[in-house]
C-alpha cells in the first residue's frame, strides 16, 4: 500500500488529474476539465519528473509516527465532507451563485459582447481584470522560477569542460 | 534516446498537429471551450516533447531561452496596452468598446477579446516553456536504466 517510488507516485497523480478531468466533463464544466488535463496531467508531471530527475527517485523512510498527519488528514476530511451537508443540489437553479450576476452575464453576452462562449465573455471581458492579474502570476512565477533555477550558460559550459577533462 | 526510433519518429509526427491543434483552442476559445491558458499550455508542450525526445540543447537551437523569457513579458505587456489602450480612448481600463467605431462595441469586444488572449497564450506558453528550460538545464543526463 505504501508506495516509496516517486515516479510511480508522479504518474499516480498524473492519472488522478485525468480522472478529475473526466469528473468536470461529466459535471458539464468543459473549460476547467480542459485546464486541467493539459495543466495538471500534462505539464504538472513533467515538471515533477524534471524535479525528480534533480532529486532522489525514492522516498527517505519515515524517521517519526504517522499517527498525527493520518489525524489531521480524517479530521480535515471529515470537516469537509461535513461542509458538503449545508451545499445545495448539484445543479439546483435556485443556489446563490446562480442568482447573483450569472443571469446577468447570460443576458448580457449575446447583444454586449457577441460570442457563443459566454466563459470566454466573463473570463475575458466582465472579469478581464481578474484575468489580467492570473496572467501576472503566471508571468511573477516564471521570474521566480528562473531566479531560483537559472543557471548562465557561460557557467553550465564551464561545467561540462570539467566533466569533459575528468573523463 | 538516439537508439528510441519509435519514439523519435512519432513525436516527430505528434509535433505540428499538436501546434496546430494549440492554435485552433486558442482562435475558438470565443466559440467553445478553450482559450489562451489552455492554449499556451498546448503550444509548450509541442517544444517541451521535443526537448525530451531530441534533448535540451536542440530545444535551445529551436528557441532561444531568451526569446521566450521576452514572450513572457510581451504577453502581459499585450494585455495591459489593450486595457491601457481603451483607457486612453476615454473608456474604462479594458472596456474594449473603446477598440470599435461608436455603436460597434461588439467589434470591439472580439478585437479585445481576441487581444488579450493572444497576451495570455504567449505569456502562458512561454512561462511554461521557461519553467521546464530551468529544470531540465539543471539536470544531469540521465541514463534509461536509472528509472
Same mark, same amino acid.
Given at each position: ?16 488529474? #485525468? ?29 515533477? #519528473? ?5 532529486? &532522489?527517485?525514492?522516498?527517505?523512510? %519515515?524517521?517519526?509516527?504517522?499517527? #498525527? ?11 469537509? #465532507? ?61 521570474? %521566480? ?6 543557471? &548562465? &550558460? ?14 | 534516446?538516439? /537508439? /528510441? ?34 492554449? =499556451?499550455?498546448?503550444? *509548450?508542450? *509541442? ?22 523569457? *521576452? ?32 455603436? /460597434? *462595441?461588439?467589434?470591439?469586444? /472580439?478585437? =479585445? ?35
Amino acid at each position: 500500500m505504501i508506495l516509496r517510488n516517486l515516479f510511480a507516485v508522479v504518474m499516480l497523480s498524473g492519472v488522478f488529474s #485525468l480522472l478529475s478531468a473526466a469528473l468536470f466533463v461529466a459535471m458539464d464544466a468543459v473549460d476547467v476539465a480542459f485546464t486541467e488535463a493539459a495543466v495538471g496531467a500534462g505539464i504538472s508531471t513533467v515538471l515533477m #519528473l524534471g524535479t525528480l530527475a534533480l532529486t &532522489s527517485r525514492e522516498e527517505k523512510p %519515515a524517521t517519526h509516527s504517522r499517527a #498525527l498527519p493520518l489525524l489531521v488528514v480524517f479530521v480535515t476530511g471529515a470537516a469537509l #465532507l461535513y461542509g458538503t451537508m449545508d451545499l445545495p443540489p448539484f445543479g439546483a437553479p435556485d443556489t446563490p451563485v446562480q442568482l447573483h450576476v450569472a443571469p446577468q452575464y447570460i443576458e448580457r453576452t449575446p447583444t454586449e459582447i457577441g460570442v457563443p462562449n459566454i466563459v470566454t465573455a466573463v473570463l475575458a471581458s466582465y472579469r478581464g481584470f481578474d484575468t489580467l492579474g492570473e496572467t501576472a502570476v503566471v508571468f511573477v512565477a516564471g521570474i %521566480a522560477v528562473i531566479f531560483l533555477l537559472h543557471q &548562465s &550558460s557561460r557557467r553550465r559550459r564551464d561545467d561540462d569542460d570539467k566533466g569533459e577533462e575528468e573523463v | 534516446m538516439d /537508439h /528510441h526510433y519509435i519514439l523519435r519518429v512519432i513525436s516527430k509526427m505528434l509535433i505540428p498537429p499538436i501546434m496546430l491543434y494549440a492554435f485552433y483552442v486558442q482562435f475558438h476559445g470565443d466559440f467553445g471551450p478553450g482559450g489562451g491558458f489552455q492554449a =499556451g499550455v498546448i503550444f *509548450a508542450v *509541442a517544444f517541451i516533447l521535443y526537448a525530451l525526445v531530441y534533448g535540451v540543447d536542440k530545444l535551445r537551437m529551436v528557441l532561444s531561452p531568451l526569446v521566450a523569457r *521576452a514572450g513572457m513579458a510581451v504577453g502581459v505587456l499585450i494585455y495591459a496596452g489593450t486595457g491601457t489602450y481603451s483607457l486612453f480612448m476615454g473608456k474604462n481600463f479594458l472596456d474594449y468598446s473603446a477598440l470599435a467605431e461608436p455603436g /460597434h *462595441a461588439q467589434h470591439g469586444q /472580439h478585437l =479585445g477579446i481576441l487581444l488579450v488572449e493572444a497576451g495570455v497564450g504567449l505569456t502562458v506558453a512561454s512561462v511554461m516553456v521557461v519553467i521546464f528550460l530551468a529544470f531540465a538545464s539543471r539536470a544531469p543526463q540521465i541514463k534509461d536504466t536509472d528509472w
